[in-house]
């Protein structure tokens, strides 16, 4: 992650779910609340003055659509936050460049985890430089080499940062270091390295100790 905090506005017609929103945020290293709005003509008159790098945006507001602030914001990052759940609403986001949709009510964990693949995305095209190559881009859009189908209940964008870290650690890992580097659970991190091997883009390696079982150890093959 970048030297400097992500500055993050929420945005929440209710004060209180924006408070507890805001809370969530700041649990997660690396990110900063810079400021709360609860009206359309705020969130942009704050994202104006402030300039942060991600708004976290309700579709309900009580002057205008969420996803009208959507299409007037320039130059920031916008995760949806909503309880809207149809599908015309969710494609406007999309259309209108939303990096993520996260439908209310969720858990800090669901919201952590959101942030920390932005997170990811955002030292990816850092990394790259001033041109980017296909399996660079490839892997910014969560893009996996393989025709093989992604297994039910796993996620590109997450496949995409596991397979980043296992890449970057410059040897082997473990399910659990794995997933203390990417925030997951060690039974979901483990799920998604074994896709990776399933895939070919990673190999299992066992290590043995002195005793008892193997320990299970991946290596990033690309």
């Given amino acids: 992650m970048s030297d400097r905090d992500i500055r993050v506005l929420v945005v929440d017609d209710d004060f209180m779910v924006a408070r507890i929103h805001s809370g969530y945020v700041r649990r997660v290293p690396g990110f900063d609340v810079v400021s709360v709005a609860h009206s359309g003509a705020d969130a ?22 969420g996803l009208e602030v959507l299409k007037a914001l320039h130059d920031v990052d916008v995760l949806m936050i909503s309880a809207a759940r149809d599908v015309p609403t969710v494609r406007e986001a999309m259309r209108g460049g939303a990096v993520n949709y996260l439908i209310k009510p969720f858990t800090a964990a669901a919201l952590t985890e959101r942030l920390r693949q932005y ?10 430089g001033p041109e980017a190559r296909q399996d660079d881009v490839d892997r910014l859009f969560g893009v996996l080499p393989s025709a093989a189908p992604m297994p039910k209940g796993l996620s590109p964008a997450t496949c995409a940062l596991v397979a980043d870290t296992l890449r970057e650690a410059g040897g082997d890992l473990s399910a659990a270091e794995a997933a203390e580097l990417t925030g997951l659970s060690r039974v979901s991190a483990r799920r998604y390295l074994e896709h990776l091997c399933a895939v070919g883009q990673a190999e299992l390696r066992p290590r043995y100790g002195t005793a008892g079982r193997p320990e299970h150890r991946y290596r990033w093959l690309g």
């Fill in 119 to 128: 997170a990811a995305t955002r030292d990816r095209l850092t990394a790259i």
């Fill in 44 to 65: 942009l008159a704050a994202a104006k003055e402030l300039r942060p790098d991600l708004v976290l945006l309700d579709v309900y507001l009580p002057d205008m659509s």
